[in-house]
Protein backbone atom coordinates (compact mmCIF):
# COMPACT_ATOMS: atom_id res chain seq x y z
CA UNK A 1 0.00 0.00 0.00
CA UNK A 2 3.17 2.11 0.89
CA UNK A 3 4.43 1.56 -2.69
CA UNK A 4 1.35 2.57 -4.17
CA UNK A 5 1.23 6.07 -2.86
CA UNK A 6 4.75 6.76 -3.19
CA UNK A 7 4.30 6.08 -6.88
CA UNK A 8 1.52 7.87 -6.67
CA UNK A 9 3.07 11.06 -4.98
CA UNK A 10 6.44 10.51 -7.98
CA UNK A 11 3.54 10.71 -10.44
CA UNK A 12 1.32 13.96 -9.15
CA UNK A 13 4.72 15.56 -8.58
CA UNK A 14 6.24 15.12 -12.02
CA UNK A 15 2.74 15.89 -13.75
CA UNK A 16 2.82 19.31 -11.82
CA UNK A 17 6.33 20.19 -12.67
CA UNK A 18 5.53 19.25 -16.28
CA UNK A 19 2.24 21.71 -16.46
CA UNK A 20 4.25 24.69 -15.53
CA UNK A 21 3.87 26.76 -18.76
CA UNK A 22 6.87 28.94 -19.70
CA UNK A 23 7.14 32.58 -20.32
CA UNK A 24 7.89 32.95 -24.13
CA UNK A 25 11.01 35.57 -24.48
CA UNK A 26 9.69 38.03 -26.65
CA UNK A 27 6.86 38.72 -23.80
CA UNK A 28 9.64 40.25 -20.84
CA UNK A 29 7.90 43.64 -20.63
CA UNK A 30 4.79 41.88 -19.61
CA UNK A 31 5.20 41.53 -15.70
CA UNK A 32 1.40 39.40 -15.24
CA UNK A 33 1.82 36.15 -14.07
CA UNK A 34 0.61 33.05 -16.78
CA UNK A 35 -2.14 31.11 -14.35
CA UNK A 36 -2.26 27.90 -15.60
CA UNK A 37 -5.81 25.95 -16.11
CA UNK A 38 -3.77 22.98 -16.74
CA UNK A 39 -1.74 22.83 -13.34
CA UNK A 40 -5.40 24.06 -11.52
CA UNK A 41 -7.03 20.62 -12.82
CA UNK A 42 -3.80 18.33 -12.14
CA UNK A 43 -3.49 19.64 -8.97
CA UNK A 44 -7.14 19.50 -8.00
CA UNK A 45 -6.64 15.64 -9.47
CA UNK A 46 -3.87 15.07 -7.35
CA UNK A 47 -4.76 16.05 -4.13
CA UNK A 48 -8.46 17.35 -4.28
CA UNK A 49 -9.33 20.87 -2.94
CA UNK A 50 -5.70 22.04 -4.13
CA UNK A 51 -6.66 23.19 -7.64
CA UNK A 52 -9.46 25.55 -5.67
CA UNK A 53 -6.97 27.20 -3.99
CA UNK A 54 -4.32 27.52 -6.16
CA UNK A 55 -7.40 29.35 -8.46
CA UNK A 56 -8.08 31.46 -5.12
CA UNK A 57 -4.19 32.37 -4.57
CA UNK A 58 -3.67 33.99 -7.98
CA UNK A 59 -7.09 35.59 -8.34
CA UNK A 60 -6.89 39.49 -7.48
CA UNK A 61 -7.30 41.18 -4.17
CA UNK A 62 -11.06 41.95 -4.33
CA UNK A 63 -12.36 38.94 -6.01
CA UNK A 64 -10.89 35.79 -3.75
CA UNK A 65 -13.71 33.57 -3.49
CA UNK A 66 -12.72 29.72 -4.11
CA UNK A 67 -11.17 29.06 -0.67
CA UNK A 68 -14.70 27.81 0.36
CA UNK A 69 -15.23 25.35 -1.94
CA UNK A 70 -12.58 23.09 -0.27
CA UNK A 71 -14.72 22.13 2.99
CA UNK A 72 -17.84 21.16 0.30
CA UNK A 73 -15.55 18.78 -0.88
CA UNK A 74 -14.11 17.11 1.70
CA UNK A 75 -17.53 17.01 3.05
CA UNK A 76 -18.80 15.28 0.04
CA UNK A 77 -15.96 13.10 -0.82
CA UNK A 78 -16.14 12.14 2.75
CA UNK A 79 -19.92 11.38 3.01
CA UNK A 80 -19.75 9.25 -0.23
CA UNK A 81 -16.67 7.12 1.26
CA UNK A 82 -18.24 7.00 4.82
CA UNK A 83 -21.70 5.23 3.02
CA UNK A 84 -19.95 3.24 0.41
CA UNK A 85 -17.35 1.60 3.82
CA UNK A 86 -20.43 1.35 5.76
CA UNK A 87 -22.42 -0.43 2.77
CA UNK A 88 -19.39 -2.48 2.44
CA UNK A 89 -19.51 -3.66 5.53
CA UNK A 90 -23.00 -4.80 6.25
CA UNK A 91 -23.09 -6.41 2.89
CA UNK A 92 -20.26 -8.45 4.24
CA UNK A 93 -22.01 -9.34 7.70
CA UNK A 94 -24.84 -10.54 5.94
CA UNK A 95 -23.15 -12.74 3.58
CA UNK A 96 -21.13 -13.99 5.86
CA UNK A 97 -24.64 -14.41 8.42
CA UNK A 98 -26.20 -16.45 5.22
CA UNK A 99 -23.14 -18.65 4.72
CA UNK A 100 -22.99 -19.64 8.34
CA UNK A 101 -26.71 -20.25 8.39
CA UNK A 102 -26.10 -22.74 5.44
CA UNK A 103 -22.79 -24.47 7.23
CA UNK A 104 -24.50 -24.57 10.50
CA UNK A 105 -21.73 -22.37 12.32
CA UNK A 106 -22.22 -19.85 14.73
CA UNK A 107 -25.28 -17.35 13.97
CA UNK A 108 -25.34 -13.69 14.62
CA UNK A 109 -27.56 -12.03 16.38
CA UNK A 110 -28.36 -8.97 14.09
CA UNK A 111 -29.67 -11.12 11.79
CA UNK A 112 -31.51 -13.74 13.39
CA UNK A 113 -35.20 -12.58 12.52
CA UNK A 114 -34.42 -12.53 9.31
CA UNK A 115 -34.77 -16.12 6.97
CA UNK A 116 -32.34 -17.03 4.24
CA UNK A 117 -34.27 -15.20 1.44
CA UNK A 118 -34.69 -12.10 3.47
CA UNK A 119 -30.32 -12.03 3.70
CA UNK A 120 -29.93 -12.48 0.60
CA UNK A 121 -32.28 -9.30 -0.53
CA UNK A 122 -30.57 -7.05 1.80
CA UNK A 123 -27.21 -8.41 0.78
CA UNK A 124 -28.60 -7.42 -2.85
CA UNK A 125 -29.82 -3.84 -1.27
CA UNK A 126 -26.58 -3.17 0.65
CA UNK A 127 -24.43 -3.86 -2.63
CA UNK A 128 -26.80 -1.59 -4.44
CA UNK A 129 -25.97 0.77 -2.50
CA UNK A 130 -22.44 0.56 -2.36
CA UNK A 131 -22.31 0.68 -5.87
CA UNK A 132 -24.23 4.15 -5.82
CA UNK A 133 -21.95 5.43 -2.87
CA UNK A 134 -19.32 4.61 -5.64
CA UNK A 135 -20.76 6.03 -8.56
CA UNK A 136 -21.22 9.62 -6.61
CA UNK A 137 -17.70 9.06 -4.99
CA UNK A 138 -16.66 9.95 -8.15
CA UNK A 139 -19.06 11.77 -9.72
CA UNK A 140 -17.78 14.54 -6.56
CA UNK A 141 -14.15 13.77 -7.47
CA UNK A 142 -14.80 14.65 -10.78
CA UNK A 143 -16.70 17.91 -9.87
CA UNK A 144 -14.63 19.25 -7.88
CA UNK A 145 -11.35 18.55 -10.58
CA UNK A 146 -13.84 20.21 -13.52
CA UNK A 147 -14.66 23.04 -10.95
CA UNK A 148 -10.76 24.15 -10.89
CA UNK A 149 -10.59 23.96 -14.33
CA UNK A 150 -13.77 26.30 -15.23
CA UNK A 151 -12.36 28.63 -12.44
CA UNK A 152 -9.10 28.62 -13.61
CA UNK A 153 -10.40 29.76 -16.67
CA UNK A 154 -12.13 32.79 -14.99
CA UNK A 155 -9.11 33.89 -12.78
CA UNK A 156 -8.16 36.56 -14.89
CA UNK A 157 -11.46 37.24 -16.27
CA UNK A 158 -12.60 40.83 -16.13
CA UNK A 159 -15.47 42.69 -16.33
CA UNK A 160 -14.57 46.22 -16.27
CA UNK A 161 -16.67 49.75 -15.73
CA UNK A 162 -15.91 50.88 -19.18
CA UNK A 163 -18.97 48.05 -20.51
CA UNK A 164 -22.58 49.56 -19.76
CA UNK A 165 -26.20 48.05 -21.06
CA UNK A 166 -28.92 49.90 -21.24
CA UNK A 167 -32.42 49.18 -21.49
CA UNK A 168 -35.05 51.83 -22.70
CA UNK A 169 -38.37 51.98 -23.96
CA UNK A 170 -39.21 53.03 -27.46
CA UNK A 171 -42.06 54.03 -29.75
CA UNK A 172 -41.93 51.99 -33.01
CA UNK A 173 -45.22 53.05 -34.49
CA UNK A 174 -47.76 55.00 -33.21
CA UNK A 175 -49.67 52.41 -31.56
CA UNK A 176 -46.59 49.98 -30.68
CA UNK A 177 -43.80 49.71 -28.04
CA UNK A 178 -40.47 48.34 -28.33
CA UNK A 179 -37.49 48.08 -26.37
CA UNK A 180 -33.73 49.28 -27.24
CA UNK A 181 -31.16 47.61 -26.07
CA UNK A 182 -27.95 49.31 -26.06
CA UNK A 183 -24.57 48.18 -25.53
CA UNK A 184 -21.66 50.19 -25.24
CA UNK A 185 -17.62 49.59 -25.36
CA UNK A 186 -16.25 52.91 -23.90
Known amino acids: M ?13 LISFSQQKIPSDSITDTSKVHSVKKAVILSACIPGAGQIYNHIAM ?69 NRDLSMLLLFVMYGLQVADAGVE ?23 DAVGLTLQLKFH
Open 2 to 14: INYLLISLILCLS
Open 60 to 128: PKGKKKAFWKVPLIYAGLGTTSYFLIQNQITQSSIKKEYRNRLSGGALDPTWEPYDNQALVTLQRQYLD
Open 152 to 174: AHFVNFDVSDDISLRIKPKMLHQ
